[in-house]
């Protein structure tokens, strides 16, 4: 066949399928990881309400140990914000513990609420090369919880009754009891 001649045969490329680009919202959620707005709560309604009886009971009595502790929370709760923003800044809280725990605490919040609810907590697409953003993030929430946990240990050898003040209002009775005895 010469190069002026026209080709009577039609060739036929082979076609390569391109698989489509996945879109971070619209992959599924992953099962293992709660939504934003339940960590959000949970850190600002029980875990805080925790942390304020705890630190106000510690206060009276500060030893090495509750110091440490509220320390070492004052840091889980810094990581947990690192791990929500996308940039660093030099936010430094007070150097008192108890007022640092109670920043921390505020900027833990407002770091997870600027972290994006459609995207939390969906695996990153494929051609991004990327880990979720999800993961380490609720690892740093639970290690916050951990902390609080080990806070409570310590405040229970200083006040024994803090677990009374702990779990006052968690049940609201609709009708209060009557004063007389039922028998």
Known sequence: MLATEQSTETETKPVATVAPLEVHATNAPMRHIPALSWMCDK????????????????????????????RM???????LADAAKHVRSNGHGPSEASQKVRWSINHALSCLRLVDAATF?????????????????????????????????????????????????LVQLQEPLREQPIA
């Open 43 to 70: 850190l600002d309604g029980d875990l805080r309400r925790r942390i304020e009886k705890l630190c106000a009971s510690l206060e009276s009595h500060m030893t090495a140990g509750g110091e440490n502790e509220v």
């Open 73 to 79: 929370l004052c840091r889980a709760l810094d990581r």
């Open 121 to 169: 907590g969906r695996r990153e697409p494929f051609h991004h090369f990327e880990k979720s953003k999800a993961e380490p993030l609720y690892a740093a929430f639970l290690v916050v919880v951990e902390h609080v946990h080990r806070l409570t240990e310590v405040v229970r050898t200083i006040d024994p009754s803090i677990d009374e003040r702990l779990n006052e209002g």
